[in-house]
């Protein structure tokens, strides 16, 4: 096993930190994964890419602009997310219980008793050359289901991400909107043919990360992410992360399996 730990003051958010998370809805922190630990995530997304280790979000399920018609389709096979991070190897275990990672997640969620929930995110996100989709504007608070939208993203970059391999761009200070149901179409995503929705768009700022970054950023923050279109895999890792006493609504997809307690 790769030791992650770091000391305790290197784990903390300075005052400054937490009040551009609190203003803009996200932050990003460097050189917080140790060179030899990515190349192990990268060793094992090679590994569960061929053959391909399931479960398994391919590009054609997503329906994207740009992602294959369907699984016959050409490109049909290209794997967008493999599923379940948590579960398949210790190197994404150990991360997501880092007191590296899980310190700085208690400071932006404000409570020391934290979930990860194996609901939403817990995956590897693998976006290919050739056949990657775009991802439209949205919020992902709007796709799941608590008692309070307090959940906070932790987005690593396994590789580096740049606006060639299709990375993020986030609207800044977006988590605090509130938006009438017509500025969003029918999947929820943010429209772009509407006036109304042009200066909020002309915010968008691109979150270029170098290995080992992490982008941290708050479940109701628009975001999206362009295709990619380098000759290399974008591999990313996210988990989501909430408050123990912020709970699923019962019987939602939020809540089909139990989360895992990390006590900070
Ligand atoms: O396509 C991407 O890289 C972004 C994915 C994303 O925003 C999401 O899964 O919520």
Redesign the pocket.
């Known amino acids: 096993m790769i030791d992650q730990s770091p000391t305790t003051q290197d784990s903390l958010l300075s005052d400054v930190e937490l009040a551009r998370f609190e203003r803009d809805g996200y932050i990003i922190v460097n050189k917080m994964v140790a060179v030899e630990v990515l190349a192990a995530m990268s060793a094992y997304v090679d590994e569960a890419l061929s053959p391909l280790m399931a479960p398994v979000e391919f590009e054609a399920d997503v329906q994207?602009p740009g992602a294959p018609a369907d699984r016959d389709a050409p490109g049909g096979s290209t794997p967008?997310?493999l599923f379940n991070a948590y579960t398949r190897d210790c190197v994404f275990r150990d991360w997501a219980r880092s007191s590296e990672l899980t310190q700085r997640i208690a400071q932006l969620i404000g409570s020391k008793h934290l979930v990860l929930s194996q609901n939403h995110?817990n995956?590897i996100?693998t976006?290919h050359p050739g056949y990657?989709?775009?991802?439209l504007w949205?919020q992902?608070i709007r796709y799941w289901s608590f008692d309070r939208p307090q959940l906070v993203?932790a987005w690593l970059a396994i590789g580096e991400e740049s606006m060639v391999n299709?990375?993020?761009s986030v609207l800044p200070g977006s988590h605090k909107l509130t938006l009438d149901r017509g500025r969003l179409d029918s999947a929820l995503f943010l429209r772009t043919d509407l006036e109304e929705n042009r200066a909020l768009l002309a915010t968008e700022i691109p979150v270029l990360l170098y290995p080992g970054e992490v982008l941290f950023f708050d479940c109701q923050l628009f975001?999206?992410?362009?295709r990619n279109g380098s000759d290399q895999i974008?591999k990313?890792l996210?988990f989501t992360y909430h408050a123990a006493d912020n709970q699923p609504i019962p019987e939602t997809r939020s809540d089909a399996t139990p989360g895992i307690s990390i006590d900070v």
């Open positions: 994207y967008r997310r995110h995956c996100m976006k990657s989709s775009a991802t949205h992902d993203n299709g990375c993020m975001h999206a992410a362009g974008k990313s996210v």
